[in-house]
């Protein structure tokens, strides 16, 4: 397994932001999700120093999806970035902290009412419209709340990123925004525009998920400079602003490629600036909106092991604590992770094996087939590279209880969620009534 920011291996013990994993284990338990604090920080300035032109303003929205609790919108408030939201929920765990609502942009393809009450209500920053209706509706409840909102159009611009098939946004049968190939897209735009309850900022798009190929991006600028410049001439409007979305790759394995976030937001700028010069078209604002990219490699997920198993088939097996329920995506996307025995990195990784759950499921193998050091019942297991869509995918399967959150930085740790309690699962339940039988 690769190290990966504060990673340091103290007489064979895993040690992450100054702290070993042996003391988190005894102070929080196991599973237990762990983010580097520093790890986090060091991505979020490169993404800045990256992000930057003479030419128009830049702003990075943290893509809370990935990873969101308050503690990490204390990060995202204290490191100068805004945040997006795609739930009322997410929505609900942003307002609640004491981050200016003016830095609160909001997502997703289907807001209830509830949700655009929230946004208008709460006077956010923006909504980013998915749909000629939706923008119907938002300016309804403008109108019936007295209040005026910044927005913004999701576009489909048609582009097939290479990545996995569920994480692709920009596909032409994609469920997210309006196409710019819509033969009427000049007139939902006209009739956005015209709606006095909103105030129209421009355009965003989103092309997909953990993406390596830059010629995307690039391609992905090219299309909207051109078409954002189509209707600003079209409608005679001045469109200040673009928003270009996240999706930045993010090494997991050695199958994957290390991305310099630094480098590649200077790409990203230098191509925006040589299309704006050669469309003769400007722009005041443009906007990204990392997730993965900040917090995937930053968070690991710490397991106590079980036991083993030899399967008559073969199979080995080595059963940790946690499985699905704390990280999905293998089962999901196949994704793939790396391991380590984190109390015994000495240990030469001699067998392979496959890191298996604990739910009732065939398909809960965090990883399959895998080299891993000598371990046995008790031992400590760390997956790397869990900050991004584990614990914000993680569910009660099996009535399985979330695991704790703690951030590490400097020798300390600080506990960010509590460990789910047994009183937690049953808090909402309600028995039959006596007579119902």
Same mark, same amino acid.
């Given at each position: 397994?690769?190290?990966? !920011? ?5 007489? +064979? ?29 060091? =991505?979020?300035?490169? /993404?800045k120093e990256g992000f930057h032109s003479e ?59 509830? &949700? /655009? @009450? ?15 209706? @939706?923008?119907? %509706? ?7 709340? *007295? ?19 569920? #994480? ?21 735009? %006209? ?5 006095? @309850? ?15 190929? &830059? ?6 600028? &090219? ?15 001045? #469109? ?5 979305? !996240? !999706? ?7 199958? $994957?490629?290390?991305? $310099? ?44 092991? +079980? !036991?083993?198993?030899?399967?008559? *088939?073969? @199979? ?11 990280? #999905? ?26 890191l298996a759950g604990k739910c009732c499921e ?9 080299? /891993? +050091? =000598?371990?046995?019942? *008790? ?7 869990? *900050? ?22 400097? +020798? ?14 049953? %808090? ?10």
């Amino acid at each position: 397994m690769k190290y990966l !920011g504060t990673m340091k291996d103290v007489d +064979g013990v895993l040690e992450i932001g100054g702290v070993l994993v042996t003391k988190l284990q005894k102070d929080y338990g196991t599973p237990l999700y762990i983010y580097d604090l520093e790890l986090m920080e060091k =991505k979020i300035t490169a /993404l800045k120093e990256g992000f930057h032109s003479e030419k128009f303003k830049t702003t990075i929205v943290y893509a809370s999806k990935a990873y969101l609790s308050k503690g990490m919108v204390q990060v995202v408030d204290k490191m100068g970035l805004d945040i997006d939201a795609v739930s009322a929920g997410e929505l609900h765990t942003i307002l609640s902290t004491k981050i200016n609502p003016k830095k609160i942009h909001m997502h997703g393809n289907n807001k209830s009412l509830e &949700e /655009l @009450e929230m946004c208008v209500e709460g006077e956010i920053g923006s909504i980013i419209l998915d749909n000629r209706f @939706e923008a119907k %509706r938002v300016a309804e409840v403008c109108k019936r709340l *007295g209040k005026k909102i910044d927005v913004m159009l999701r576009l489909n611009i048609g582009i097939d990123a290479h990545t996995h098939e569920y #994480i692709k946004t920009a596909k032409h049968t994609s469920k997210f925004g309006e196409s710019i190939f819509d033969k009427d897209i000049v007139e939902i735009v %006209r009739e956005i525009v015209g709606k006095e @309850e909103l105030n129209f900022l421009g355009f965003h798009c989103h092309i997909g998920s953990q993406i390596f190929d &830059e010629l995307a991006f690039g391609e992905g600028i &090219e299309t909207m400079v051109k078409f954002t410049k189509e209707i600003s001439e079209k409608l005679n409007i001045k #469109i200040p602003e673009i928003n270009l979305g !996240g !999706g930045f790759g993010v090494r997991y394995t050695e199958e $994957d490629t290390d991305v $310099d976030l630094k480098k590649l937001m200077k790409k990203i700028v230098k191509s925006l600036e040589v299309t704006l010069e050669a469309e003769n078209f400007t722009i005041e604002k443009v906007s990204i909106e990392p997730g993965r990219s900040i917090v995937a490699q930053a968070g690991s997920t710490l397991y106590t092991v +079980g !036991g083993k198993k030899k399967t008559f *088939g073969g @199979e080995k097996y080595v059963f940790i604590d946690g499985g699905m329920t704390d990280n #999905i995506r293998p089962a999901l996307y196949s994704s793939k992770y790396e391991s380590v025995v984190a109390n015994r990195l000495n240990e030469e990784k001699k067998e392979t094996i496959s890191l298996a759950g604990k739910c009732c499921e065939s398909g809960d193998v965090i990883i399959k087939d895998t080299k /891993l +050091g =000598k371990c046995d019942e *008790g031992d400590l297991v760390l997956v790397s590279c869990t *900050g991004a869509y584990g614990h914000s995918m993680s569910s009660n399967y099996n009535k399985a209880l979330k695991p704790a959150v703690v951030f590490v930085k400097g +020798g300390r740790s600080y506990l960010v969620s509590k460990r789910e309690t047994y009183e937690d699962l049953v %808090r909402n339940d309600l028995m039959l009534e006596d007579n119902f039988y």
